[in-house]
Each structure stands twice: as C-alpha cells, then as structure tokens.
C-alpha cells in the first residue's frame, strides 16, 4: 500500500476465531432496523496510541495479547466473526456464524509521521486510508460477505493505530463501540472477562417489531421481479468496502468547543429565544458547526452561484433502544436507530439569529422523533436524494465515550471517524465538559469554516 509520504508495510495477516467449541452455530435474523442499512459502505474508525516502545517488545509481549484478547472476545460478539448470508428459500438475508468462522486482523507497520496523523490540525485526507482495514471473505464460499475487518498498525517507538471497518448491517455506533470497549478492557485485563459480566451483549430479538419490517421485506421481493437478484445486491454490498475511494484534494481537522464556549452558546441562544428552557450541549454544538460549515461552503461559491433560498439539510441520528415499546437493554447488539432530517433555507441560518433558528430546528426535530409513529419515518430514497452539496450528516456521539477505550497502554491521543464526509462529534479527552468536531472537506472550504468557527465565538461572550 503506497500513499503520498506514507508507507505501510503488512507483516502478519491471521484469521482470529472465537475458541473453538465456544459457540454453537448460530442464525440470526437481521431486523428491520438492520435492513436499513444492508446497502451502505461500511463505518470505518482509527484510535491512535502513544506507544514508546521498539518493534521487537510489540511483537513479544502487545501482538500476542491482542489476538488472545480478541479471540475471547469475538465469543461474546460471534455475528462479527460469522458472515451475512442469503439463503435461497428467504426473503432476506441473515448473520451466520458457524465453528472455526473468523476476522482478519492485519499487523503493519509504518514510517509516516504519526504526530501529525493524531493531531488536530489540517491533514491529507487520504494519509489515513492505509490504516483502515479491507474485507477478505474467509470462508471458500463467495456468496457470503464478511462483516469485521481489523487492522492494528505499528509505528515503532512512537504508537500504535487499531483500525475497524464494521459493515453497517450487523451494527451501529453503540453496538461497535461496545464491541471495542470490551475488547479493550479484555486485552487491558490479559483475558479476564469479569468486569464485563454485567455489560455482555444480548441478542433477543423478539421483542424488536416495527411497521417498516413490512416495507423492507416487499421493497426486496419488488426488486427482485424487476431483476436486482441475489447476487447483485451482494456484490453491491461487497463492492461497497469504500477501502480504495480515496478522498481527492480532501483535509481532515479537528476543532474543540471548550465547556465555556459552549455555556456562552448556550446563553446566547436562550436569551434571543426564551422558548428554548433547555439546549443540550449537542444541540448547540451542531447548531453551532452547521451554520459555519453553510457559511464556509457559501463563501466559497462565485457570486452569481450563490442562492439564499436554497434549503440546507442537517441529518440527526438517535440511538432508540430506550424509545421503542417495549424499550431494548442499552447491551442490546444490532441497529437500533431513529434518524430524521432539519432543514432549513439558508438565509434564516446566515443571518443574524441564524444559529438561534438552527438550534430552535434542531432541538425541535429531536423532540419530535418517535420511532414508534411509522408515519414520520423517511426511507432511504428520502435520505439518498437530497442535495450533497446542501447536506450535513452527524455522526457518532459523545455518550458513547470512545476516549475510555484502553487497551492496557493507556488511553487513546486521538479516535478518527473516517467514514466518508460527515460531522463528528465525540467528547474532548483532555477538556472536560469539551466537545471534539471532526470534519473533511476542500481546503478552501476547510480554511473558510476555520475562520468562521474560530471568529464567532467572541460575539457570543
């Protein structure tokens, strides 16, 4: 794998299965919450590690526990070993596990500079992709499509970066970062599985029902009669490891929001719009960063291109476990989401109330939300056809605390989303009550949102 400056050498590649015997071939049905997003590119994620050691001591005393701990760990997390399948008396496809299925984990190493990759500051894009695992089917069956993909590359006495590429179906934000997090804590514990006792993943399904099941299981049979079989959508979803569309002229850079600068945020906005008694920091945070980011984008935009009435899109993802009737556990593994999409036309978030009214949309769309009304629900056409250019997706959240990751070297200098363009926003490791927004664009445009994120903020003192 070559990139500009950037080197990785692979030095081991091995299959990681549960112990053998530990788990009985399993079926598992997918929901309809799963379904949702069987076509989407796989979620990708790095946490980068300070790790002042050489080679030879990661190599006799870090790689071995790492491939022990995840061994253990996959046991309690078996559909990320097993594959997606598609048997032919089924309407939909399902996770498979069977004895001695596994995940590759790729070892490598690097000479690239790894301060600069798990800094903040503006980043070739493409720097990151060597570090980001790819899918390899294990199994002399074709017709099935892996759903974990690991990559744990070296950078010898300086860090180490553990990368994940999780497809989508088989999980969201909550249920791969719980499968990280336990994998830590079983590595940081050499095995020990005891502090997880409490916190192991469930799979009951059965309590999981939703209107839209109907509509995703007809909306397969509907392509099928119009000839979209089997096999192309799972070579669409194969194809769909997004390992190799790197991002052209793309930056990457990290921008915090201090707990002060958000409190003022928040004042601000409550004093110019008394209705709004409560603003979480999330709220204002993305109210905050999507009005920048339309600004940065129109600022960029030859004059005669520009147009203030064109509507601009934020999408909010929710975790919705505790919304369903009956609600899910918080260990429930699978996809369990509520999305929805603001909008708003672009004047009234320019202006000078704009992050008022983006705040005022935003909190009213996420109180709005109601998983179980299939009357509100958008579906995937709604969501593929809006606007790139006039389109913000969220990702990620602070709850989900990827900063706690430790794997027994200490906790992580830097956690990347790199999936794709979108916001994210995790808690900020070393400021407390801080938020941390990742972002990917053009420089111009990149140079522009960093102007306007960092002169704003006085006005609100």
Not at 3 to 22: A, D, K, R, T, Y
Not at 177 to 205: N, V
Not at 212 to 231: A, C, H, P, W, Y
Not at 255 to 273: A, R
């Amino acid at each position: 794998m070559e990139f500009p400056h950037h080197i990785v050498n692979v030095v081991e590649e091995c299959q990681i299965s549960p112990p053998l015997g530990s788990v009985p071939t399993t079926s598992l049905p997918p929901t309809c919450f799963d379904l949702s997003y069987l076509m989407l590119p796989p979620v990708q994620r790095l946490f980068f590690y300070e790790f002042h050691h050489s080679k030879a001591h990661f190599m006799e005393n870090i790689f071995p526990r790492i491939k022990h701990s995840l061994s253990i760990t996959l046991q309690h997390f078996y559909p990320l070993a097993g594959n997606l399948t598609w048997p032919q008396d089924s309407t939909i496809p399902e996770f498979f596990y069977k004895d001695g299925d596994s995940v590759t984990l790729t070892l490598a190493e690097s000479d690239y500079d790894f301060c600069l990759l798990s800094g903040n500051q503006q980043r070739d894009a493409s720097a990151f992709y060597p570090l980001i695992p790819t899918f390899k089917c294990t199994t002399s069956n074709e017709k099935v499509v892996p759903l974990l993909a690991l990559q744990v590359t070296l950078f010898p006495n300086k860090g180490i970066c553990i990368g994940f590429s999780i497809k989508h179906v088989v999980a969201d934000g909550r249920s791969y970062t719980h499968f990280i997090k336990s994998w830590a804590t079983i590595c940081r514990m050499e095995g020990d599985i005891l502090l997880l006792s409490d916190s192991l993943p469930t799979y009951d399904r059965s309590t999981v029902k939703h209107l839209k099941m109907k509509k995703i299981t007809s909306n397969f049979s509907l392509m099928e009669k119009r000839g979209v079989t089997r096999d192309t959508m799972h070579n669409i979803i194969n194809k769909r490891d997004d390992h190799h569309t790197v991002p052209v002229d793309k930056v990457r850079a990290t921008f915090v929001l201090v707990g002060s600068d958000i409190e003022k945020l928040k004042q601000w906005i409550m004093s110019k719009e008394t209705e709004l008694v409560h603003l979480s920091s999330l709220v204002v945070t993305c109210a905050y960063v999507w009005v920048c980011m339309i600004k940065a984008r129109k600022s960029t935009l030859a004059e005669t291109d520009v147009d203030n009435e064109v509507i601009e899109y934020l999408l909010l993802p929710a975790d919705a476990r505790a919304r369903l009737k009956p609600p899910l556990p918080v260990t429930y593994f699978g996809n369990c989401l509520d999305s929805a999409a603001v909008t708003a036309k672009r004047s009234d978030v320019i202006g000078e109330d704009g992050i008022v009214c983006a705040a005022k949309l935003i909190s009213k769309t996420i109180r709005e939300m109601d998983i179980n009304d299939d009357t509100k629900e958008k579906n995937l056409s709604f969501y593929i056809s809006l606007p790139r250019n006039h389109c913000v997706a969220v990702s990620s959240s602070p709850k989900f605390g990827v900063y706690e990751t430790d794997y027994g070297w200490g906790r992580p200098k830097k956690v990347e989303f790199v999936s794709g363009e979108s916001m994210t926003i995790s808690e900020c490791p070393n400021i407390g009550g801080g938020l941390e927004i990742g972002l990917v664009r053009n420089k111009i445009e990149m140079d522009a949102f960093a102007s306007f994120f960092a002169d704003s903020l006085p006005a609100f003192s």
